[in-house]
C-alpha cells in the first residue's frame, strides 16, 4: 500500500455536505466540536434509555396481570436495547462504552430527568408508557434525518420498535378510564404528576438552550425544543380528552389563529432543581446503575479470562 | 382454586415452575452485567411467562366457569402453589442465578421433548412449543457455567459454591407421586425418573469443561408439589399479587 | 481494562433470498457469544432467519481520504450501465 496524502476536507466542506443532506459517517472528517457535541447528545438519549428501565422496571415484578407483565418486561427489554444501539452509535465516534458509563457514574453526563421521579403506582406505567414515550417519539422522529448516520439509523429502528410503547401505555391508561372510580382517580393522578416533566422532557426555550443553535446548523437536532413541544401538546391534549382525562393546566385553550393549544408557564426552577440532582429520585437511580455494574464487574472480568484462555489453548492445538 | 382433576393439576404444576422462574428471571431486568445480558436473561424470563400462560390457560379452560390464568397466578395462596423449590429460591448472585438456570435447563430440554409427546394434545402443543425455547436455553446456561467456572478464580469459587447450594433442591425434580403415577400411566405426564440419566449426563459434561466439581450432597429436600415450600415464595407472591389483593376483582 | 468486551458488527438475513445487511453492533467475549447475543439483541420482533458476526477490529474499511482514487475511477464508464443504450420507439423488454 502506497501511503497517500490525505485530503482532510475542511469545515466548508464538512458544512457544505451536512448543508446537502448527505449523512456524516464515522470515519469522515469532522469537527471536534461536532463530535464532541454528538458524544453528549447521543450518550445522554442512551444513558436514558438505561436508566429509563427503572421506573417501569419497578412494575415487572408487581405487575396486575401476567398479559401486562409480558408486555410489560418486552417494553423495558427494548429500552435496553435501544440504550445498547446508541452506545454503539456513540462508540463509532472513538469513546468506548466503559468510558461513557462512567461519565454517567461521575455526573459528566446527564440523562433524561424525567426518570428521576418515581413510578407510584400502576398507572404511572400507563403514563410513562402515554407521556413520556410519546414525548421521546416526537423528538425521535425529528431525529431520524440527524446529519451523523449511525445515530439516524439508530433513530429509525428505534422509532419502529418504539411504535407500541406509547399504545401499550395509552392503553393502560384507557382501560383504567373504563375502569372503577378508584382507576380513574389513579389514572388521573398519575396524569397531574407525568404532564410537566413531560413537557419539560425537550429541554429550555429556545431562546435558553445552551446547545441548540450550533446543534440545529449541524444537523444534529432538526426541530427547536419549542417546536416538538407544541407537536407534543397538540397530540397529548386531545389523547387525554378521547379517554376524560383532564390535563392538569388551567391555561390550556385551543388558539384558533395559530392552530395550536397554547398552555400554561412550565416551572422552570423545578426542572433546574431535579436536573441538577435533587429531583425525587436522583440518588436512587444513579446507586441502582452503579451497584449492577459494580455487582456484574467480576463476571465481565471472568468473561475475559476464559476468553484469553481458549485462545491460549487454540494457539497450542494450532 | 382447587382441582380434583389430574391434567388440571398437572398442567398447574408446570405453569407453577414456568411463573416463579420467570418472575426470578424477571428481578434481573436492568441489573444484569451488561446490557447484552440484560436483554438476552429478559429473552428467557419472557419465554417462561409466556409459558406459565400456555399452562394456566389449559387448566383454566379445564376448571371452566369465569377461570382465567390471572386466578391461578394472582388468587391463589402459597399452600396452593405447586412449583419445584428449586424455581422459587431467590435470585442470588449472577452465578447463582444461572447455575439454577443451568440445573432447570438441563432437565427442561428432556422434559419438554417427551412432553411433546403427550397423549394430551393440549399439553403436547405446548411441549412442542417448549423444547424449541429450551434448545436454546440449556445452550445458554451451559455456555455461562463454562465461562463462569473457567473464568477466573472469584467466579469459579462464586459458581462451585451456587452449585453446593443448589443442589439438594434439584432431585425434587426427578420425584414421583400418585398423580404423576396415574398420568404416566395414561401416556400424559413425563416419567421424570427417567430423565435423570440424561440430566446427570449433560451436568456431568458441563462441569469438567467448567472445571467444576460435582456436589457430593446426597440429601434431596422437596415438599414443592405438595404446596410445602421455602419462606421465600410467599414475599414472591405478596409482591408478584400486590395489585389483585389491594384491588380485587378489577380489570387492569 | 480487563472487563473491556470486544466490538461485533452484526448483519441479518431477514427473509431466504435476500441479503445479509449490517444491521448495528454488540459487545461480546467471542463469536459464539457474540451470535447469541445478536439472536437476542437485533431479532426479538423475528427480524431474520440467518445472523452473521464479524470482529469489528476484522474489518478493512475503504478510507474517506481514498475516495477520488478509489472510486472516481470507476464513475466514468457510463457504458456498464443499460440506460446508456437508446431503444427504437417500440421495443421494450430489452
Known amino acids: 500500500m502506497d501511503k497517500r496524502v490525505a485530503l482532510v476536507p475542511g469545515e466548508q466542506t464538512f458544512q457544505a455536505r451536512i448543508d446537502a443532506e448527505e449523512k456524516i459517517e464515522p470515519k469522515d472528517w469532522m469537527p471536534e466540536k461536532y463530535r464532541q457535541n454528538l458524544i453528549r447528545q447521543i450518550s445522554q438519549h442512551a444513558h436514558s434509555e438505561v436508566i429509563g428501565e427503572q421506573p417501569e422496571g419497578n412494575w415487572i415484578t408487581r405487575a396486575p396481570s401476567l398479559e401486562r407483565k409480558a408486555i410489560l418486561m418486552a417494553k423495558v427489554q427494548d429500552e435496553a436495547g435501544h440504550g445498547l444501539y446508541l452506545y ?9 462504552r466503559e468510558e461513557l458509563i462512567d461519565r454517567l457514574h461521575t455526573g459528566a453526563s446527564k440523562y433524561a430527568s424525567i426518570f428521576n421521579y418515581p413510578s407510584l403506582t400502576w398507572a404511572d406505567i400507563g403514563a410513562i408508557g402515554w407521556l413520556v414515550d410519546s414525548a421521546a417519539i416526537v423528538n425521535q422522529v425529528s431525529l431520524q434525518n440527524t446529519s451523523y448516520g449511525p445515530y439516524a439509523r439508530a433513530m429509525v429502528r428505534i422509532c419502529k420498535e418504539e411504535s407500541f410503547h406509547q399504545r401499550q401505555g395509552y392503553n393502560i391508561m384507557m382501560t383504567l378510564m373504563n375502569g372503577s372510580q378508584v382507576q380513574r382517580d389513579m389514572a388521573q393522578d398519575a396524569l397531574d404528576r407525568w404532564w410537566w416533566p413531560s413537557l419539560m422532557m425537550f429541554g429550555p426555550h429556545d431562546g435558553e438552550s445552551a446547545h441548540s443553535a450550533q446543534s440545529m ?50 416551572d422552570w426552577e423545578e426542572f433546574e432543581r431535579v436536573i441538577s440532582g435533587n429531583g425525587p429520585c436522583n440518588r436512587q437511580r444513579l446507586a441502582h446503575h452503579k451497584r449492577a455494574h459494580r455487582e456484574g464487574a467480576w463476571v465481565r472480568e471472568a468473561m475475559a479470562v476464559h476468553e484469553a484462555k481458549q485462545r491460549l489453548s487454540n494457539e497450542d492445538v494450532a | 382454586m382447587k382441582s380434583d382433576d389430574p391434567v388440571t393439576r398437572y398442567a398447574l404444576r408446570l405453569g407453577d415452575d414456568a411463573l416463579i422462574l420467570g418472575h426470578r428471571l424477571s428481578e434481573w431486568m436492568s441489573r444484569a452485567p451488561f446490557l447484552e445480558e440484560d436483554i ?38 402459597v399452600r396452593e402453589f405447586t412449583n419445584l423449590l428449586l424455581c422459587e429460591l431467590p435470585r442470588g448472585d449472577f452465578a447463582f442465578t444461572l447455575c439454577r438456570q443451568f440445573l432447570y435447563d438441563a432437565f427442561s430440554l428432556p422434559f419438554t421433548e417427551a412432553l411433546a409427546g403427550s397423549a394430551d394434545s393440549r399439553l403436547a402443543a405446548i411441549g412442542a412449543k417448549a423444547v424449541k425455547e429450551s434448545r436454546y436455553h440449556l445452550r445458554r446456561s451451559r455456555d455461562w457455567i463454562v465461562r463462569l467456572g473457567d473464568g477466573t478464580e472469584e467466579s469459579h469459587r462464586r459458581c462451585q ?92 | 481494562m480487563a472487563d473491556q468486551m470486544q466490538l461485533y458488527e452484526v448483519f441479518i438475513r431477514s427473509r431466504r433470498g435476500l441479503d445479509h445487511k449490517h444491521v448495528g453492533s454488540l459487545h461480546a467475549d467471542d463469536a459464539i457469544q457474540a451470535l447469541e447475543y445478536a439472536r437476542d439483541v437485533y431479532t426479538r420482533r423475528g427480524e431474520g432467519v440467518s445472523i452473521w458476526v464479524v470482529a469489528s477490529r476484522d474489518i478493512t474499511a475503504s478510507q474517506e481520504s481514498d475516495c477520488e482514487s478509489f472510486y472516481d475511477p470507476l464513475d466514468d464508464k457510463p457504458y456498464r450501465h443499460a440506460a446508456m443504450y437508446a431503444l427504437p420507439e417500440g421495443v421494450d423488454s430489452l
Not at chain 1, 454503539?88 to 468506548?96: K, R
Not at chain 2, 438476552?40 to 409459558?51: H, K, P, Y
Not at chain 2, 447450594?165 to 425434580?173: D, P, S
Not at chain 2, 400411566?185 to 460435582?214: F, K, M, N, Q
Request: charged letters at 25%; a negative charge; proline letters at 3%.
Open chain 2, 161 to 252: 459454591q451456587a452449585l453446593d447450594e443448589l443442589w439438594i433442591y434439584t432431585g425434587e425434580m426427578f420425584e414421583t407421586d400418585q398423580l404423576i403415577d396415574e398420568l404416566v400411566a395414561l401416556g400424559v405426564a413425563v416419567d421424570t425418573a427417567e430423565l435423570r440419566r440424561c440430566w446427570i449426563e449433560t451436568v456431568s459434561e458441563t462441569l469438567r469443561a467448567a472445571t467444576l466439581t460435582p456436589p457430593t450432597a446426597t440429601a434431596d429436600v422437596s415438599g414443592g408439589r405438595r404446596g410445602i415450600h421455602t419462606d421465600d415464595l410467599g414475599f414472591l407472591l405478596a409482591e408478584l399479587q400486590f395489585m389483585q389483593r389491594a384491588y380485587p376483582g378489577l380489570q387492569w
Open chain 2, 40 to 77: 438476552a436473561l429478559g429473552n428467557v424470563a419472557l419465554d417462561f411467562i409466556g409459558r406459565a400462560r400456555l399452562f394456566y390457560q389449559y387448566a383454566a379452560e379445564r376448571v371452566g366457569g369465569g377461570v382465567t390464568e390471572d386466578t391461578f397466578a394472582y388468587t391463589r395462596d
Open chain 1, 217 to 266: 446548523k449541524w444537523k444534529i437536532k432538526r426541530r427547536s425544543n419549542d417546536d416538538l413541544r407544541q407537536q407534543f401538546v397538540d397530540q397529548a391534549v386531545q389523547q387525554a380528552e378521547a379517554i376524560g382525562l383532564v390535563v392538569p393546566d388551567p391555561d390550556l385553550q385551543w388558539d384558533d389563529a395559530r392552530g395550536h393549544y397554547d398552555f400554561g408557564a412550565i
Open chain 1, 88 to 96: 454503539a452509535a456513540t462508540e463509532t465516534l472513538g469513546i468506548t
